[in-house]
């Protein structure tokens, strides 16, 4: 599976799909507590929340060269809810005159964010009994909020919020939830949205006192087994540039489909 444009605009689509289902999900809340937007302005969709102010939440995907024009128009659709803004811009899908543009707004390349991509495959797993993999239940969400925040830098109060935000999922189309015990406790977790005949990757974490133990690679090998079992053509993920996400990737056999770029205002 070699890239090409339409293989890049295939990975950007996966991402895009999982961002907004996710998003009406927490949308759908009763009274939209979040107060979550989602705009499209031509080909790119802008992703606003008024209690979520992580750059996650609020920034902008599937931008072109067309979206040029709507460039104020989505400026303006921030600033009135006084958020900042980033705009997600993948190689090859624009030209020098959007990025130029950009910066005459104010803003500037901060950052850059990896894509990753493999073909569906059954992998074969070394048999390890202090690890097991299980399906997330409704009732094992606190588990999993526990791990995403320790895991990822959050605090400790953010765990009602994440293991909310993500229980609204539990029944949605698509999704799935895994969690891996180490020696029977919880120490790492992982998520997969399913849509079509594309899998993305979208979430892995691991307890910091857990890691180097094998457990982010066997939770990549089950939902890559998975979504051949579902009878996906494409598998997607997301990480870090050289981080150690990106190095168990690249050991199970995913590939770089982009590294895109990250322009925030100054």
Known sequence: MIPTRQLIEEIEKSEMDYMTDRMQAIQEKPGNP????????????????????????NTVKGLRDSDIESLDDILHFFKSRDRR???????SLVSQELLIQLAERGFYHSGFHTSMYTEPLILEEEADEQITIESVQEGDFVDYATIHCRSTGLPEAGIPHVAE????????????????????????AAVMYLKGPTASLTFAGT???????????????????EAA??????????????SQSHRNMERIGMK?????????QR
């Open 229 to 242: 079992l579902a009878d996906c053509s494409l598998v997607v993920s997301q990480c870090a540039f050289l």
């Open 256 to 264: 770089i489909g982009y590294v895109k770029a990250t322009w925030s």
């Open 207 to 225: 307890l910091p006192s857990c890691r180097s133990y094998g457990l982010h690679c066997r939770l990549l090998k089950k939902r890559i087994a």
């Open 165 to 188: 935000n993500n229980r609204v999922l539990y029944n949605r189309s698509g999704w799935r939830f895994y969690l891996a015990r180490f020696n029977g406790v919880p120490a790492a």
């Open 34 to 57: 979040e107060g979550v937007e989602i705009h499209s302005f031509g080909s790119a969709t802008a992703y606003y929340s008024g209690t979520m102010n992580w750059p996650t939440f």
């Open 85 to 91: 803004v980033q705009f997600e811009v993948v190689p």
